[in-house]
């Protein structure tokens, strides 16, 4: 292993199951020391197992529902680890009912996690990345932002959130040497799947991989830094959502 301080460091949140373990892997396979945020212990300690053969990395139990506490629970994570490079805000939540009958416990929920987590890990990581002059954030979307569908209100509005709030970051910092993607994916195999919160059956088999969005995430990561792909989507072949 290649402990170079050069070597880049990525801090990937939801990094226990789909989409963030996937990265999590990828990542690893292109030299990129990881920092790993998710809420079980044990799922976050199998994806340590598969990299830590191969960079450094060291996880993170953090429950970013809890919004109050995440910008200062990301900053110490980022001083722990001695910096990031890279953050990949992946964490999020499914959520299935027509806003009529959507409660606003749930609606507040869905916003907390989807967007208003993401909003504090990036506050928590942007001080150490203003420092370096350099630095990039990746926040995971949906087409749901550009196309809701029907009883997905609460989720696409809080994915539509992400891609404005990627648009407003770059555009503050990009002075600072920070770049600022969106990825867009369509429906995702993911675990999201088999939530409380999603009460819909969809053919799984037609949806995108978890690997090949985290194979994009990581080319995004991975470009040279005079270069960004400011937004990116990807939809299956099948054309699934």
Known sequence: MDDSPSRPKALITGASSGIGKETALALAEAGVDLALVGRSQDKLDAVMAAVEKKVNAKSYLIDLAVVETVKDQIS????????????VNNAGMGYTNPLQETPLEDWQQVLNLNLTSVFQCI??????????????????ASIAAQSPFPSWGAYAVSKAGIITLSKALSGEEKENGIRVVSIIPGAVNTPLWDTDTVKMELNRAAMLDPKVVAQTIAQAALLPQEAVIEEMTLMPSAGAL
């Open 76 to 87: 110490a994570a980022v001083k722990d680890f001695g910096g990031i490079s890279i953050l």
């Open 123 to 140: 506050q928590g990581v942007l001080p150490t990345m203003r420092d370096r002059a350099s630095g990039t954030i990746i926040n995971v």
